[in-house]
T-cell receptor
């Protein structure tokens, strides 16, 4: 079945540091890949997505590239801010099935 | 903006009680979902619905049921609450057609079963 594995947290970084959160997937067919973010006290919201191999999703300075050869969709940001502190979820969908989420990675950015 | 509203932010119930969690969306979305979120386990799908009166089991439906009498409302029911159902419950909705695009989430209901 479909599944997503993402690096365990928590991740603690200083402001302006480089961020990578690893995500790999297992899926049948050609899935779409997503990153969702959950800020404290809120529901999840879509951060970025990629729907086919080699696509790069980007938003708010975050980027992720759909790598079919390594079945990966790692999230990166060149310079994190305190306001980026949140829980990040990698997710995939394939066909008409609902989204499958990873376990989430908590990021804390300190000034 | 799409709004997904969950009726309660915090809820405390006793073991054995019947619990209703309500979710309403205001953008005429066909698709609605219930997930639970637990530390170290991420989000797990309980039930979903792609149309009124329609429901399908997700990955962990045991101990839960749902009701979708109107398009905008999707209720999660705990028939007899147990302590292992203490969790954060998240409702979500999305547009029809491509069912795997953007989900809009509510803020969640933190349920404690004592």
């Amino acid at each position: 079945g479909n599944s997503v594995t993402q690096m365990e947290g928590p991740v603690t970084l200083s402001e302006e540091a480089f961020l990578t959160i690893n995500c790999t997937y297992t899926a049948t067919g050609y899935p779409s890949l997503f990153w969702y973010v959950q800020y404290p006290g809120e529901g999840l919201q879509l951060l970025l997505k990629a729907t086919k191999a080699d696509d790069k999703g980007s938003n708010k300075g975050f980027e992720a590239t759909y790598r079919k050869e390594t079945t990966s969709f790692h999230l990166e940001k060149g310079s994190v801010q305190v306001s980026d502190s949140a829980v990040y979820f990698c997710a995939l969908s394939s066909g008409n099935t609902p989204l499958v989420f990873g376990k989430g990675t908590r990021l804390s950015v300190i000034a | 903006d799409v709004k997904v509203t969950q009726s309660s932010r915090y809820l405390v119930k006793r073991t054995g009680e019947k619990v209703f969690l309500e979710c309403v969306q205001d953008m005429d979305h066909e698709n609605m979902f219930w997930y639970r979120q637990d530390p170290g386990l991420g989000l797990r799908l309980i039930y979903f619905s792609y149309d009124v009166k329609m429901k399908e089991k997700g990955d962990i439906p045991e101990g839960y049921s749902v009701s979708r009498e109107k398009k905008e409302r999707f209720s999660l029911i705990l028939e007899s609450a147990s302590t292992n159902q203490t969790s954060m419950y998240l409702c979500a909705s999305s547009l029809p057609g491509n069912r795997n695009e953007k989900l809009f989430f509510g803020s969640g209901t933190q349920l404690s079963v004592l």
